[in-house]
């Protein structure tokens, strides 16, 4: 059994998070890790939007797509591993604000990474502040955050049904990644080729839409042309 004076409260603090114990001195390395992380997520912006048309897509734009997932995968993992080395692991936070920024801002990293830093870190100074002064005790953040983050996932996956199949998602990005593109002055080319590319997804989406709505009375789809 944990002692309930010195081991369970360090238990609960690294297994649900809390900002308590943090104070400027215990910024300095975490930061040189969380810096050293996200500047290449910066640098690699746009290489990352090309990933939205698939790993054949962006290959055909010159794009080395495992090179690139890797990097963005230990990126991601050091920031990760820097943060929780502070507050511990405080659940959802990855999963709220990304979509939120994401809703306001849309898919282009340019714009989406920076929000969505700046937005993490003032959600989660709001719900620190909402666990100091709610009750007499302060909770820990991990509580906090799931009661914003679990209603937050139903409604992102009752709404991802209704609107439609994965491949529906994927053209739509895919514009809107062309649609960035198109303002690099130095890419008209492959501008040209990912919006084809998008048309061409989007229309094949549309024949599979039509063929899936059209049946006979046995069940099976009637062939639309085309």
Request: proline fraction near 5%.
């Amino acid at each position: 059994v944990a002692d309930p004076y010195d081991k369970l409260p360090v238990i609960v603090y690294w297994l649900m998070g809390s900002l308590a114990s943090i104070s400027l001195d215990s910024l300095f390395f975490p930061l040189i890790f969380m810096g050293a992380a996200f500047i290449p997520l910066f640098l690699l912006r746009w290489r990352i939007n090309l990933l939205s048309f698939g790993d054949e897509e962006a290959q055909t734009l010159g794009i080395p797509v495992e090179r690139l997932r890797l990097i963005v995968i230990l990126c991601a993992t050091l920031l990760t591993a820097a943060a929780v080395s502070l507050s511990g692991i405080i659940g959802l936070v990855g999963l709220i604000v990304p979509h939120l920024v994401r809703f306001i801002v849309g898919p282009d990293f340019r714009f989406l990474l920076p929000g969505s830093a700046l937005m993490g870190g003032l959600f989660l100074l709001a719900s620190d502040n909402l666990a100091r002064t709610l009750w007499t005790m302060e909770i820990p953040l991990g509580i906090l955050t799931s009661l914003f983050g679990v209603p937050f996932f139903l409604y992102l996956l009752i709404k991802i049904i209704m609107a439609g199949t994965e491949e529906e998602w994927y053209v739509t990005g895919a514009k809107i990644g062309c649609l960035r593109l198109w303002k690099r002055a130095h890419l008209p080319k492959h501008f040209l080729f990912c919006r084809a590319r998008a048309d061409a997804l989007s229309a094949r989406s549309e024949r599979r839409w039509k063929d899936d709505s059209i049946q006979d009375d046995s069940g099976t789809a009637v062939p639309t042309g085309g």
